[in-house]
């Protein structure tokens, strides 16, 4: 481990249940597509429309699981509005922000090793 990262890690090393919460959250934020519907969210998306135009690639299907997902999780907050047609709108709740918040570091990490991780992958 380099000393940065036994930096980081020192305060938290104390027991294993530490690395059980690390590894749910990673997998929770990395289930496909969820961090980045997350991520459209904070960024002002709130209308279905507008979550598929920035989570491109994403069917109306998935969307739709992990929308629900989200909100089962508590972190999108899903609002009927009665209006003439009914609007739904999905919003992420502080617990999302703050989620969105703590990955934003690991999205910078990812673009300033892309070009490594994809080269390695590609062997």
């Not at 709740?93 to 990955?103: N, Q, Y």
């Amino acid at each position: 481990m380099t000393s940065e990262a036994t930096a980081l890690a020192a305060p938290n090393m104390a027991n294993e249940e530490t690395c059980v919460v690390f590894q749910r959250t990673l997998e929770l934020a990395g289930r496909r597509w969820s961090g980045a519907i997350l991520y459209a969210g904070v960024a002002g998306a709130r209308r279905f429309v507008e979550y598929r135009r920035y989570v491109r690639g994403i069917s109306d299907r998935l969307l739709t699981q992990r929308l629900r997902e989200l909100e089962r999780q508590g972190f999108i907050a899903r609002e009927v509005v009665p209006t003439m047609p009914v609007q739904i709108r999905y919003e992420p709740t502080p617990a999302g922000a703050e989620l969105v918040g703590a990955l934003l570091p690991l999205g910078e990490w990812g673009r300033k090793h892309y070009d490594v991780v994809e080269a390695s992958s590609e062997v």
